[in-house]
């Protein structure tokens, strides 16, 4: 099977060069690495990558220009596979990033909260698949910055914020003392009231998510 082929966006020397021995080293191939936004756009139209993992703030002015640049690059093309890496909930830019492509083979990540290596290579690589993957924290600050629609129950809320957090049903269920058929039941309705499109896509809970990040104002 052919590496997963590489552009890497860090404006830290010794960071980039670590995530690339990082990734070599679990059998990534890093096709360039960057160190500002201009390069990262510039080094995908030159590389076609399998994947973008980038960091958020980056030259010149140490803000969000990586995460711009990601959604730019994820608007010119939908289908590609970008991994934003911060220390920080950059909220500016962070939903239009989780809702382009339709939430598919997207990710936010914080570096603090990475703990373990091969989980964070198992995230990149089931963003390649075509999964979504976001750090919980990063779910509830951009929750908490919106007013949540008036058609969902405080505890659709409740279901739909772990949702978002990754819980399958049985641990929702645990969770809030409930019964997995209320649950189903709850899941239901979200999906109706979100006009989430009847389909037996996985992403489905995730499109869920992103629609209530989307529909409500910033």
Do not use: C, W
């Not at 010794?14 to 500002?36: N, P, Q």
């Not at 911060?86 to 703990?115: F, M, N, P």
């Amino acid at each position: 099977m052919s590496p997963v082929r590489v552009v890497l966006a860090e404006d830290g020397v010794l960071l980039r060069e670590g995530v690339s021995s990082l990734l070599t080293r679990f059998g990534f191939e890093i096709v360039a690495a960057v160190g500002d936004a201009d390069d990262l756009i510039t080094a995908v139209k030159d590389h076609a990558p399998d994947l973008v993992v980038t960091d958020i703030r980056m030259p010149p002015d140490h803000t969000d220009e990586g995460l711009r640049a990601a959604v730019a690059l994820r608007r010119a093309d939908p289908a590609l596979p970008v991994v934003a890496l911060s220390q920080y909930v950059e909220l500016s830019y962070a939903g239009d990033l989780l809702d382009s492509g339709d939430g598919r083979r997207v990710g936010y990540l914080l570096k603090d909260r990475i703990v373990d290596i091969e989980d964070f290579v198992d995230s990149l690589r089931r963003v390649v698949d075509g999964g979504t993957v976001v750090d919980p924290q990063v779910i509830r600050q951009l929750l908490s910055r919106r007013d949540p629609l008036s058609e969902l129950s405080p505890r659709e809320r409740e279901v739909l914020a772990l949702i978002a957090e990754g819980h399958s049903n049985s641990a929702i269920a645990a969770r809030l003392v409930i019964s997995d058929a209320t649950v189903g039941k709850h899941i239901g309705n979200i999906l109706a009231k979100l006009d989430i499109p009847q389909t037996d896509d996985t992403h489905r809970r995730v499109l869920a998510v992103l629609t209530y990040l989307r529909t409500t104002p910033r």
